[in-house]
């Protein structure tokens, strides 16, 4: 028996959990997957050591990037991005971290393709961001990136106007906002500027449909939440556990 978890805090809405632990079921397999909520990212070694039998760990915010520095080795692509949502435990006890985001978002984002233009607003500076606009620059996107802080690389929410929203037809909300259970939050972005043309795209799942897609449906726009981009990104992370 082994056993498998997700890292993060604040995670009680989390699907992984269900998923894995219904996959396992499914499979006839005596493995089990945990929910492992800490305050500070330092609590990794306590969980290896009360767990010797974990095999494999999902990251999650807010962790995604400060958990690189405890582990032994990082994947040349999670370690492009800068961002790990999955760790690999070797029987030696070492850590390999690794990025399935990052596949998980292009798969999904592929049934939605083709898009007007390939322009793109990403709302967020945080890990989850971070494996977005790595498969943006990949195919070729041109990117804006919102964030409450205006830096040399993103514009601000107040930024954005007519013509950007106008020009950026597609938009990712890759902030935890509207996440359960604080589901009547949402991006600040002018949705009266969106169009049928638009695909609004939001990683949170639960609920299934947030603020900002329903908001984004109003005018038109196709939606997307998460969902299917976690159960992309958690076969890929299955597929590295038992390599």
């Known amino acids: ?48 050591e009360n767990n010797p039998d974990l095999k494999g760990i999902n990251v999650t915010i807010p962790y995604k990037e400060s958990i690189i520095q405890l582990l032994d080795n990082v994947d040349k692509e999670a370690r492009k991005i800068g961002a790990v949502n999955t760790i690999k435990i070797n029987e030696d006890g070492t850590l390999i971290g690794y990025n399935t985001d990052y596949y998980g978002f292009a798969k999904a984002l592929m049934e939605f393709l083709p898009i007007k233009e390939k322009k793109a607003l990403v709302l967020g500076t945080g890990g989850a961001s971070k494996a977005i606009i790595y498969v943006l620059e990949v195919m070729n996107f041109k990117i804006i990136q919102v964030s409450r802080t205006r830096t040399k690389n993103t514009i601000t929410y107040t930024d954005l106007n007519r013509d950007i929203m106008a020009q950026n037809y597609l938009i990712i909300n890759c902030t935890p906002l509207g996440t359960f259970p604080n589901i009547q939050e949402f991006p600040d972005i002018p949705y009266q500027y969106l169009t049928e043309d638009h695909l609004a795209f939001d990683l949170t799942y639960n609920p299934r449909e947030s603020k900002f897609m329903k908001l984004s449906k109003d005018r038109g726009a196709r939606i997307s939440n998460g969902l299917k981009m976690l159960e992309y990104q958690a076969k890929k992370a299955w597929s590295i556990w038992i390599s």
């Open 1 to 48: 028996m082994a056993k498998y978890g997700l890292i993060g805090h604040n995670i009680g809405y989390s699907f992984s959990k269900t998923f894995f632990n219904f996959k396992f079921e499914q499979e006839n397999r005596n493995d089990s997957y945990e929910n492992f909520d800490i305050p500070v990212v330092s609590e990794l070694s306590n969980i290896l």
